[in-house]
């Protein structure tokens, strides 16, 4: 992409910094400006009437679609590709160009103050349902722009704390789910975090942006800043960084810097071809779509916005309904107890403020002013059929205030019901964008309420409405049903309803584990860090991976949500294809008397006695929908990175020689089908220096030839005790370069030798697939 010929060093600077909080910088004729939009699950495009140039206190309505904790929940691609479209669909009518997000950052703790905006624990849900998002939206010419690369698990000291990481986790937990998106989806943009990795801030990582985003993976796209994340202009821009927003008025120290030699002028120049290209590929994308691009766009001046492309608010309403009963999870159900019959004779007290006033979005940045608002409630009394008599009390403030009057009348109500649905969650207070909570408990009045109706009533089912994991371990004894509904959006209330009355089955699985208590979680003792620093001390060990690896009892597992109906597993096979790849299959069948969807899910086991990676790590998943009775056979591929680990020595990818697992089953700790695997390796062998042990050595195909006939003089040493004796263990632990002192014939310069013959060896192997 060239730049225009005439364009001054100060019109390229000027290119690299937005015009206004929404828009790019325009160049009189040459460059038109495109306007960016919050949207991780919803267009909040401000009201220019409001006078806020952020737009948080009021903006334009649009679809609320549930949340990525929600639509993540859902492990349905091609549902999250969908609403990925009705998005853009409404960008393109709000006279935005590209939409920020999805957000795909690891959920490292359940404290996390915005986990609502983020899918999941696991970087393969991530990155799969982030890239459906991204087509979705760009599959109608509106740009995506993934985000906040990288390492943003917290919300406190967002905007200095340095998230201190090793490489391998790094490159295992916190990065493969951007990795994936960039591959498969091309995103037109990726959003730098506030915060600094390992001491750099993100916008000024070169490592980060140039030599892995772009070097490593091929992204071609524009990256620019989140909102007041550029420290220093000049070192953003020689790191890879091509759009600070918004615009701090610093375009001059670019044009000085270059002028006083401190930064190329050509570092300049493509970051200006960046903007240029993100200009016109939204352009060519609209054209291809059949859209004017002259089509006059909302600019945040003037009464309204002149829409095109309007969308159907009907039809968006009701993808919202379907996204919301997809992502619920159905935690519990003890003898049944639901679905309830809609055309039963029954009465149900519905209880609980948030069924009249529902938690359905997250707040900060991505806060939307729905079109429309279900409220369970409504939908309740709408669903149920004559025979069902329904009272409702609110039990509690939404403001945690105690309120005896309130829980006395919950309680009458309840003692008067065949069933008592409890509406819980946390308050919008609790959890937002710029602080982390501090507990996952749910607010204590709640759970005396919950108490007290439980003793009234003894059929309880508890709807739970949160952004992030809470605690169930102390409550759920009061309750025979839980229905984790998360944030569902606009259409909570007639979503909820279908679920509680049986008219669509519960087929969402937890993306992140619900702990037994907040201690167990692995980054407890270092979350969210002191001193502008928070250490990722627990490493690789995320979520399952720490709670499985160690056989740490949990609530609910990685993969767990109930059905109205039973699935079976049967017949695993797994054929090796040669190069390291496999075909796994398995039949799935309905068992059950109802239709129903069941997330059949692949996980690749290493069983170690000292474990050196997580036991388990999820490698693929799809969810299928069958009818009683009905059978279907699922397929996956697995790869040679799917079996590989980070190696930090090779500062790449490898594939040890052993055998591995192949699990199958319906949640983590579900795993219903086994098959043991083995693999060759990928051939590569470690480089070999003085400092290598002689462990090392002998287990290289090349060294340990070389450095047969040297240890004869060892020989004796070796095999004092049968080839068994602690005396070897010592000495195999020995770096080579040690033994020159041992009067054993491997003097420091028969040590150089050896180094220089094995490098100089005839290279072996291949690396493995990335």
Same mark, same amino acid.
């Given at each position: 992409?060239?730049?225009?010929?005439?364009?001054?060093?100060?019109?390229?600077?000027?290119?690299?910094? $937005?015009?206004?909080?929404?828009?790019?910088?325009?160049?009189?004729?040459?460059?038109?400006?495109?306007?960016?939009?919050?949207?991780?699950?919803?267009?909040?495009?401000?009201?220019?009437?409001?006078?806020?140039?952020? $737009?948080?206190?009021?903006?334009?309505?649009?679809?609320?679609?549930?949340?990525?904790?929600?639509?993540?929940?859902?492990? &349905?691609?091609?549902?999250?590709?969908?609403?990925?479209?009705?998005?853009?669909?409404?960008?393109?009518?709000?006279?935005?160009?590209?939409?920020?997000?999805?957000?795909?950052?690891? !959920?490292?703790?359940?404290?996390?103050?915005?986990?609502?905006?983020?899918?999941s624990e696991d970087p393969l849900v991530s990155g799969v349902m982030g890239a459906a998002v991204v087509a979705g939206i760009q599959s109608l010419?509106?740009?995506?722009?993934?985000?906040?690369?990288?390492?943003?698990?917290?919300?406190?000291?967002? *905007?200095?704390?340095?998230?201190?990481?090793?490489?391998?986790?790094?490159?295992?937990?916190?990065?493969?789910?951007?990795?994936?998106?960039?591959?498969?989806?091309?995103?037109?943009?990726?959003?730098?975090?506030?915060?600094?990795?390992?001491?750099?801030?993100?916008?000024?990582?070169?490592?980060?942006?140039?030599?892995?985003?772009?070097?490593?993976?091929?992204?071609?796209?524009?990256? *620019?800043?989140?909102?007041?994340?550029?420290?220093?202009?000049?070192?953003?821009?020689?790191?890879?960084?091509?759009?600070? *927003?918004?615009?701090?008025?610093?375009?001059?120290?670019?044009?000085?810097?270059?002028?006083?030699?401190?930064?190329?002028?050509?570092?300049?120049?493509?970051?200006?071809?960046?903007?240029?290209?993100?200009?016109?590929?939204?352009?060519?994308?609209?054209?291809?779509?059949?859209?004017?691009?002259?089509?006059?766009?909302?600019?945040?001046?003037?009464?309204?916005?002149?829409?095109?492309?309007?969308?159907?608010?009907?039809?968006?309403?009701?993808?919202?309904?379907?996204?919301?009963?997809?992502?619920?999870?159905?935690?519990?159900?003890?003898?049944?107890?639901?679905?309830?019959?809609?055309?039963?004779?029954?009465?149900?007290?519905?209880?609980?403020?948030?069924?009249?006033?529902?938690?359905?979005?997250?707040?900060?940045?991505?806060?939307?002013?729905?079109?429309?608002?279900?409220?369970?409630?409504?939908?309740?009394?709408?669903?149920?059929?004559?025979?069902?008599?329904?009272?409702?009390?609110?039990?509690?403030?939404?403001?945690?205030?105690?309120?005896?009057?309130?829980?006395?009348?919950?309680?009458?109500?309840?003692?008067?019901?065949?069933?008592?649905?409890?509406?819980?969650?946390?308050?919008?207070?609790?959890?937002?964008?710029?602080?982390?909570?501090?507990?996952?408990?749910?607010?204590?009045?709640?759970?005396?309420l919950l108490r007290a109706v439980s003793a009234a009533c003894p059929r309880v089912a508890v709807v739970l409405a949160n952004g992030g994991v809470?605690?169930?371990?102390?409550?759920?004894?009061?309750?025979?049903?839980?229905?984790?509904?998360?944030?569902?959006?606009?259409?909570?209330?007639?979503?909820?309803?279908?679920?509680?009355?049986?008219?669509?089955?519960?087929?969402?699985?937890?993306?992140?584990?619900?702990?037994? !208590?907040?201690?167990?979680?692995?980054?407890?003792?270092?979350?969210?860090?002191?001193?502008?620093?928070?250490?990722?001390?627990?490493?690789?060990?995320?979520?399952?991976?720490?709670?499985?690896?160690?056989?740490?009892?949990?609530?609910?597992?990685?993969?767990?949500?109930?059905?109205?109906?039973?699935?079976?597993?049967?017949?695993?096979?797994?054929?090796?294809?040669?190069?390291n790849t496999w075909t796994v299959e398995a039949t799935v069948t309905n068992t059950g008397g109802r239709s129903g969807h069941e997330v059949v899910?692949?996980?690749?086991?290493?069983?170690?006695?000292?474990?050196?990676?997580?036991?388990?790590?999820?490698?693929?998943?799809?969810?299928?929908?069958?009818?009683?009775?009905?059978?279907?056979?699922?397929?996956?591929?697995?790869?040679?990175?799917?079996?590989?680990?980070?190696?930090?020595?090779?500062?790449?990818?490898?594939?040890?020689?052993?055998?591995?697992?192949?699990?199958?089953?319906?949640?983590?700790?579900?795993?219903?089908?086994?098959?043991?695997?083995?693999?060759?390796?990928?051939?590569?062998?470690?480089?070999?220096?003085?400092?290598?042990?002689?462990?090392?050595?002998?287990?290289?195909?090349?060294?340990?030839?070389?450095?047969?006939?040297?240890?004869?003089?060892?020989?004796?040493?070796?095999?004092?005790?049968?080839?068994?004796?602690?005396?070897?263990?010592?000495?195999?632990?020995?770096?080579?370069?040690?033994?020159?002192?041992?009067?054993?014939?491997?003097?420091?310069?028969?040590?150089?030798?050896?180094?220089?013959?094995?490098?100089?060896?005839?290279?072996?192997?291949?690396?493995? &697939?990335?």
């Amino acid at each position: 992409m060239n730049l225009p010929h005439d364009l001054t060093l100060a019109e390229k600077a000027s290119l690299t910094s $937005g015009s206004s909080t929404w828009q790019t910088t325009p160049v009189d004729g040459r460059v038109r400006a495109i306007t960016l939009t919050d949207g991780p699950h919803g267009i909040r495009r401000q009201d220019p009437a409001a006078g806020d140039a952020l $737009g948080l206190n009021a903006s334009l309505p649009a679809t609320c679609f549930p949340p990525a904790v929600t639509l993540g929940s859902s492990w &349905d691609p091609e549902l999250a590709r969908r609403v990925g479209a009705a998005l853009a669909r409404e960008a393109s009518a709000l006279g935005a160009d590209v939409v920020l997000g999805p957000g795909v950052n690891i !959920k490292r703790s359940p404290l996390c103050g915005r986990n609502f905006e983020y899918l999941s624990e696991d970087p393969l849900v991530s990155g799969v349902m982030g890239a459906a998002v991204v087509a979705g939206i760009q599959s109608l010419g509106i740009g995506a722009c993934v985000k906040h690369f990288a390492v943003n698990n917290q919300e406190t000291d967002r *905007m200095r704390v340095s998230a201190d990481v090793d490489e391998q986790t790094l490159r295992e937990i916190y990065l493969p789910a951007f990795e994936r998106i960039v591959r498969e989806a091309a995103p037109y943009a990726v959003m730098t975090a506030y915060n600094r990795i390992n001491g750099v801030y993100a916008s000024e990582n070169h490592w980060l942006l140039t030599e892995v985003l772009r070097g490593e993976w091929g992204f071609d796209g524009l990256v *620019m800043s989140d909102w007041g994340a550029v420290n220093d202009r000049v070192a953003a821009l020689a790191a890879g960084l091509d759009l600070e *927003m918004p615009p701090t008025g610093t375009d001059g120290q670019i044009v000085e810097a270059v002028t006083a030699g401190r930064l190329e002028e050509s570092a300049v120049t493509a970051a200006a071809e960046r903007v240029i290209r993100l200009v016109r590929r939204v352009e060519d994308a609209r054209r291809s779509a059949g859209r004017d691009e002259e089509t006059p766009r909302f600019d945040g001046q003037g009464e309204e916005p002149r829409r095109f492309d309007d969308w159907d608010e009907d039809a968006h309403h009701e993808l919202c309904r379907q996204a919301a009963r997809a992502g619920a999870v159905l935690l519990k159900n003890d003898g049944g107890l639901l679905p309830l019959d809609p055309a039963g004779s029954q009465r149900i007290a519905v209880i609980g403020e948030f069924a009249r006033t529902p938690r359905y979005q997250g707040h900060g940045s991505s806060h939307v002013v729905p079109t429309r608002l279900d409220t369970p409630w409504d939908a309740l009394r709408a669903a149920a059929g004559p025979g069902t008599e329904l009272s409702f009390a609110p039990g509690f403030t939404l403001d945690g205030t105690p309120d005896a009057a309130l829980v006395a009348d919950a309680v009458s109500a309840a003692a008067s019901a065949d069933t008592a649905l409890v509406f819980l969650g946390l308050p919008e207070a609790a959890e937002s964008e710029g602080f982390d909570r501090t507990t996952i408990d749910l607010p204590a009045g709640q759970i005396a309420l919950l108490r007290a109706v439980s003793a009234a009533c003894p059929r309880v089912a508890v709807v739970l409405a949160n952004g992030g994991v809470v605690g169930v371990a102390r409550w759920q004894d009061a309750a025979s049903a839980i229905l984790e509904g998360w944030l569902p959006g606009q259409a909570a209330g007639t979503a909820l309803a279908d679920l509680l009355f049986g008219f669509h089955s519960p087929c969402g699985r937890l993306t992140e584990t619900i702990p037994v !208590k907040l201690a167990d979680v692995p980054s407890h003792l270092n979350f969210p860090g002191r001193d502008g620093h928070v250490v990722y001390g627990e490493g690789r060990y995320v979520g399952y991976r720490h709670y499985d690896t160690l056989d740490v009892p949990v609530a609910y597992p990685f993969g767990h949500g109930l059905s109205y109906t039973r699935f079976s597993y049967d017949d695993l096979a797994v054929v090796e294809n040669g190069g390291n790849t496999w075909t796994v299959e398995a039949t799935v069948t309905n068992t059950g008397g109802r239709s129903g969807h069941e997330v059949v899910q692949l996980y690749v086991a290493f069983e170690e006695q000292a474990p050196s990676r997580p036991r388990h790590e999820l490698r693929g998943f799809t969810k299928v929908g069958l009818e009683p009775g009905e059978s279907r056979r699922v397929s996956f591929t697995l790869t040679g990175r799917d079996v590989a680990r980070w190696s930090p020595s090779r500062r790449g990818w490898r594939i040890d020689p052993g055998s591995f697992v192949v699990e199958v089953g319906a949640s983590s700790r579900d795993i219903r089908l086994r098959a043991e695997v083995s693999t060759a390796g990928d051939g590569l062998t470690d480089e070999l220096g003085p400092m290598s042990t002689l462990g090392e050595w002998l287990a290289h195909p090349v060294g340990a030839e070389l450095l047969g006939a040297r240890m004869r003089r060892a020989a004796g040493l070796l095999d004092a005790s049968g080839g068994h004796s602690a005396l070897i263990n010592l000495a195999l632990g020995i770096p080579l370069i040690k033994f020159s002192t041992f009067g054993i014939g491997l003097t420091s310069d028969v040590v150089t030798e050896l180094v220089s013959a094995v490098r100089n060896a005839p290279a072996e192997g291949a690396a493995p &697939d990335a």
